[in-house]
């Protein structure tokens, strides 16, 4: 079964048919740094990190770019408002590149602690400012764009399409923008690919030359000065890095409107070619009763996690153990359970690496691994992957003994479900078995299988000496660090 994924533009399930075959180009809406990301966000970057993983697993080179948003992203995602990192410079008394650094940090920080893999770039918006400009020049020039006195425009009428994503049509939004419709706007629905540095934005730190996309010197009113709108970003660094049509991109349900929306005009207009072939929408996540939101005041950052006393691996866990287009309810009964499900998982992996060949034949073929590959070419769907570890579980421990085939079809299974999730590795306080105790069980698994029961008492106490308590169940030899 090839993999389909749910694309929230054609709104039903499509086989991925990649622009080159056996690659993958994909583009995450990453963070605005005005803060420490919260949980939410993350559940969103882990839906894209999980499908990349299975891409690979999957036999695909994938070309992923992940930007950080450090200039442009105004309060509400609007036109309006300020800049959100100009204003948390503001209160912090700081320069707006310190604030957009000091949250990188905790960003990239927290996404080493959820074991996230390091996409090809990391593009931040203020580094792209030429490639930004270009494209609004040629929108201008082709006139989807036009410019008032505080800013530059793009004409959503000039772009059929527009709504096909989030379904808002024109329709629908002038009915719904009577109020605070900026008048020097042709529709309401337009939305800035630049804002000049004057009226409210004259303060805004960050500007640069429309002319020319250098960095400006001057402060207060300056209309040839400005800064780029939020989501010409995207469309910049997405076609400066992977070009202008990709296969895939993702981000969270709130990105769909307006932000993917104006993407998609932007980019299709400039270039006259589809910009996205799917596009993946990972649900929100809900506190309390209300959606997970920093503007709200009810989030849950990775350090609250830990102080809570758990690992960053299972919030991992349970962030990816509910299918990404659920709407999951954050509780702290969901990270018990989480922790104890990866537990389970990450303790009978360690005891695979002792099972051992020869002892007795098998068994009942299983194809664990297809089951596996099923549910994940499936839409992403964790629940029945994770399903079938514990499926893969119950069955390795009833085994009587073990073929080489079978056991070599088990480890193989194994690296593949820890590579997809990523959340199975012991933590860092756990070590892997060492060699030579391994090679000791070995040893003790042959005294056994020749009653040598002196000898296989020796080896038990050798292996204890190192350190390491071993059991005999009904499968063969168990281990654990002894305490
Ligand atoms: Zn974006």
């Known amino acids: 079964m090839p993999l389909s994924l749910y694309n929230t533009y054609s709104k039903k399930d499509e086989q991925l048919v990649t622009l080159t075959p056996k690659q993958v180009t994909m583009y995450t809406c990453g963070p605005t740094v005005y803060g420490r990301p919260h949980i939410g966000n993350y559940s969103s970057f882990l839906m894209a990190d999980l499908l990349r993983r299975w891409l690979e697993v999957s036999g695909y080179q994938v070309k992923h770019v992940k930007n950080i948003t450090d200039v442009g992203h105004l309060l509400h995602d609007s036109d309006h408002g300020d800049d959100k990192i ?3 410079a503001e209160t912090e008394k700081l320069h707006p590149l310190e604030i957009a650094r000091r949250y990188t940090e905790q960003y990239l920080e927290d996404e080493k602690a959820l074991n996230m893999l390091e996409p090809m770039a990391r593009p931040r918006a203020s580094e792209f400012i030429k490639e930004q400009l270009a494209i ?5 020039e082709k006139g ?8 530059i425009y793009f004409a959503v009428e000039t772009f059929p399409h527009y709504g096909a994503l989030s379904g808002n049509t024109l329709q629908n939004l002038n009915a719904g923008a009577r109020v605070g419709v900026d008048e020097k706007k042709k529709h309401p629905a337009d939305f800035a690919l630049w804002k000049k540095c004057v009226g409210d934005n004259g303060r805004h730190v960050l500007r640069w030359k429309f002319s020319t996309g250098e960095v400006s010197q001057s402060s207060g009113e300056d209309a040839s000065s400005g800064f780029p709108g939020w989501h010409i970003e995207c469309s910049a660094m997405s076609s400066s890095l992977l070009g202008d049509q990709i296969d895939l991109h993702t981000g969270g349900e709130d990105n769909i409107f307006p932000h ?28 309390g009763d209300a959606k997970m939101s920093k503007s709200l005041g009810n989030i849950l950052t990775v350090p609250d996690i830990v102080e809570k006393g758990y690992s960053p691996l299972d919030l991992r866990y349970y962030l990816l153990s509910v299918h990404y287009r659920t709407n999951l309810k954050f509780a702290w009964k969901g990270m018990d359970d989480a922790r104890k499900a990866r537990t389970k998982i990450v303790e009978w992996i360690r005891e695979c690496v002792t099972f051992s060949a020869g002892k007795g034949s098998d068994d009942s073929k299983k194809n664990f691994a297809e089951d596996f590959a099923d549910a994940m070419n499936g839409d ?5 992957a994770l399903a079938v ?15 080489t085939e079978s056991l070599s ?3 193989s299974f194994i690296e593949e479900v820890k590579t997809t999730f990523g959340c199975f590795e012991p933590e860092s306080q756990a070590e892997p078995v060492p060699d030579d105790v391994l090679s000791l069980i070995k040893d003790r698994e042959a ?37």
């Open 136 to 140: 609004i020049k040629v929108l201008l």
């Open 380 to 384: 992403l769907n964790t629940p029945q």
């Open 389 to 403: 570890i514990f499926d893969c579980m119950a069955w390795s421990r009833n085994q009587k003994g073990w073929s």
């Open 447 to 483: 005294a056994r299988a020749a009653k040598d029961f002196k000898e296989s008492d020796r080896l038990r106490d050798a292996i204890k000496d190192r350190g390491w308590d071993v059991k005999d169940t009904a499968q063969g030899q168990t281990i654990k660090e002894a305490r």
């Open 260 to 287: 993917h929306e104006c993407e998609i005009a932007q980019s299709e207009c400039a270039t006259g070619k589809q910009f996205v072939r799917l596009w993946l929408h990972k649900r929100r996540i809900d506190l």
């Open 86 to 88: 100009q204003k948390q």
């Open 144 to 151: 989807n764009a036009y410019e008032t006195d505080d800013g």
């Open 409 to 411: 079809a088990l480890s």
